[in-house]
């Protein structure tokens, strides 16, 4: 009893310190797709078409590829963190 | 049929939807009031959500907006959706997990501290009204040019209607109601969009018609791609190409910093992170925040197509033509003053982007300064440039060139030569995105007062039917000013709304993020942060908009910082003062500290 007390702050410390890496992992992609692709490095990715397409590939991640890159983030984020939430909770 | 039945039609079809809805799942607790008793499908919340943050500004202007601006235009898409991400990950599954109503409620427990609570209330309060006011004009918009009503008389029905709802329903009606918006402003955006990609480029879907060849026809180069023509022919006209980034006041910076301010503002808008008590648990909150991005995305991966469809059709089809063969969309909406065309005297009508554009907007102008800018232009015209004076100078100088960003959605079906269903089809699109946001943030408002400033500051005794009584009060009130703003759009409304966002970002933000991940943060650096950034951005907004000020440049920054983007630096000086005064002043008590450390345990199921 003494002993599973003591465990649970470390565990759950642990449970704090995935979601944080998670966290910060997804919020890389988020910066890297929008206002890194689609403004910082804009001009440089608009020497590049999308897949010979009319797209300049900066001015594509700015108008539709940042858009689509944040709905897989968002999706990433719900199964990571459902299955970490789940597997945190048989633990206990 | 004609357009007017048809609208007549659409908006009263779906007018009664909306208030059957409400009707069948009317609230008598204030859990059911505020959160929808915490029993809503994710998917379902999903769509309520996106019905709510895609306002009359995404459905009407936004389209509009890129149309204009091209790249530059981008920032609301990014920082929009890009916004929804930071909420999703940062800020909605901490908040559900400890349990709070409202964003002051929030920020007055976290920093234990009421007079907190009461700036996160104004804050709550100045923001949701912008936003309202915003809608309101939307909805007179729409009524004054296809129900052929008086604007005022289009606001007042819109007032009735939100009115029914939400003080019936209260979050759960709203969020029913929501969902079934959603349906009506998401097929209203999408079938006018296809029809135009498939007649201009042969796809089906605008995101792909977008980056295609145009279809060979009288007006354009055969098997050249759209963006190309379109970037030729806005270079032709004397503008800059669509697609080039960084042009004018929209430097790199500038660009940058609007773009992450909308995206830490839009986090910060207190009627969506509400949203998240609406389901049942965290998993479920993460699911919803999923469905939600995903139901946004449908519409904001079309609008930038839309965009410059539009523009391409609208260039081409005003260039060149004469007098008698102006367009017959062209004519109704000039009756709205949202375009209109002063001649130079050739008869023909040229919309550039130089000196010699002849297209027009009536602005903020009322009708008799119209009048009399329209007739000296005429005696300018018929005297032989002897006498009056050249309507086209004055208006240029009013920075009236150009039709209104508005009309570019309402009127792209017109100008593609849609039938009158789907044009009339938009109309109910658009008073649906209308009022869900306006119902949503009317909620927020209602509960900001009911249950952060009577029940918790004011009158802590509160019987529960005594705060839902306050709370349907301060709805109706809520409808009455909004309403005001509606009849009497406040010609600031547009400059405004960079104060919202810029306001949401400088001190809602930071307080969240901080509260929530921070638990040394204390009750003074937290106010001290919040007041220095909010005062901070408001300075500087009331210095640029409305004094005229010349924007700070720093020495390094091309062309100034635009007011649109100061919201960055007051979240920044936001952030800065909080984590400088933390060390100084004593940590939140013991039991608030336990209650952050809950947070970082999973809930169990």
């Known amino acids: 009893m003494k002993n599973k007390t003591n465990n649970l702050p470390i565990k759950n410390n642990l449970y704090w310190k995935t979601n944080l890496k998670v966290l910060i992992t997804l919020l890389f992609f988020w910066f890297l797709f929008s206002l890194g692709f689609g403004i910082l490095w804009v001009d440089f990715l608009n020497q590049f078409s999308l897949f010979g397409s009319g797209f300049k590939l900066g001015f594509w991640f700015a108008q539709q590829g940042s858009i689509i890159a944040f709905v897989f983030i968002v999706l990433i984020y719900a199964l990571l963190m459902n299955r970490i939430d789940k597997r945190y909770q048989i633990k206990r | 049929m004609s357009i007017l039945n048809w609208t007549y039609l659409f908006v009263g079809l779906s007018f009664s939807l909306y208030l059957y809805i409400a009707w069948r799942v009317r609230v008598k607790d204030t859990q059911g009031f505020y959160v929808a008793g915490r029993g809503v499908p994710a998917y379902a919340n999903g769509m309520a959500t996106a019905a709510d943050w ?34 999703a990950l940062c800020l909605a599954p901490y908040l559900r997990k400890l349990g709070h109503f409202t964003v002051p409620e929030f920020i007055g427990d976290r920093f234990e501290s009421n007079p907190a609570r009461l700036i996160a209330i104004l804050c709550a309060i100045f923001i949701s009204f912008t936003y309202v006011a915003g809608q309101m004009r939307g909805v007179g918009v729409v009524f004054s040019r296809f129900l052929n009503v008086d604007i005022s008389m289009g606001v007042y029905i819109g007032m009735a209607i939100v009115f029914v709802y939400a003080t019936l329903g209260g979050m759960k009606g709203i969020t029913w109601t929501q969902v079934a918006q959603y349906w009506v402003l998401i097929t209203a955006f999408l079938v006018p969009t296809i029809a135009i990609s498939i007649q201009l480029t042969g796809h089906t879907f605008p995101s792909i018609g977008m980056g295609s060849n145009l279809i060979e026809n009288s007006i354009s180069d055969q098997s050249k791609f759209l963006l190309d023509a379109l970037d030729d022919s806005l270079r032709d ?50 699911w919803s925040a999923f469905w939600a991005l995903f139901f946004i995305s449908i519409l904001y991966l079309s609008a930038p197509s839309l965009a410059s469809f539009a523009r391409y059709n609208m260039i081409h089809s005003l260039n060149g033509t004469s007098e008698n063969n102006l367009p017959n969309w062209f004519k109704s909406w000039e009756k709205t003053g949202l375009i209109l065309w002063l001649d130079d005297g050739d008869y023909q009508v040229r919309y550039t982007g130089d000196s010699s554009n002849e297209i027009f907007r009536s602005g903020k102008l009322n009708p008799s300064q119209l009048n009399q800018i329209k007739s000296e232009h005429e005696l300018w015209l018929n005297s032989n440039y002897m006498e009056g004076t050249d309507g086209r100078a004055i208006m240029l100088d009013k920075k009236l060139n150009g039709p209104d960003r508005d009309i570019i959605m309402l009127a792209a079906p017109e100008m593609a030569n ?22 949503g943030l009317l909620l927020v408002i209602s509960s900001s007062v009911a249950n952060d400033l009577y029940y918790r500051t004011i009158n802590p005794k509160a019987s ?142």
């Open chain 2, 54 to 87: 895609m306002s009359a500004a995404s459905f009407i202007s936004m389209a509009g907006l890129i149309s204009t601006m091209g790249y530059a235009g981008s920032v609301y898409l990014m920082g929009w959706t890009g916004g929804f991400v930071l909420l």
């Open chain 2, 237 to 286: 006209f004397g503008w800059h190409a669509y697609t080039e980034s960084f042009k004018g006041k929209w430097s790199q910076f500038n660009v940058f910093a609007t773009a992450l301010t909308l995206m830490v503002g839009t986090a910060g808008l207190p009627h969506v992170i509400v949203r998240f008590y609406t389901v049942k648990n965290v998993q479920a909150a993460r």
């Open chain 2, 418 to 439: 849609l039938s009158n269903w789907i044009i009339a089809f938009v109309a109910a699109g658009a008073l649906a995105a209308a009022l869900s946001t306006a119902s």
């Open chain 2, 464 to 605: 529960e039917k005594n705060q839902l009584l306050v709370g349907r009060c301060s709805i109706a009130f809520a409808v009455i000013i909004a309403g005001y703003f509606g009849l009497n759009p406040p010609g600031f409304v547009g400059q405004v709304v960079a104060f919202a966002f810029g306001l949401a970002a400088a001190s809602f933000f930071p307080a969240i993020l901080l509260g929530i991940f921070n638990k040394r943060v204390g009750t003074i650096p937290a106010i001290f942060g919040m007041l220095s950034g909010i005062i901070l951005t408001a300075y500087y907004i009331i210095y640029c908009v409305f004094l005229s000020g010349s924007p700070w440049t720093f020495g390094i920054i091309e062309n100034g910082i635009a007011p649109e983007a100061f919201g960055m630096i007051g979240m920044l000086v936001n952030f800065a003062v909080t984590l400088l005064l933390t060390p100084l002043f004593p940590p939140p008590s013991k039991q608030m500290q336990e209650k952050i450390e809950s947070v970082r345990k999973p809930e169990l199921i």
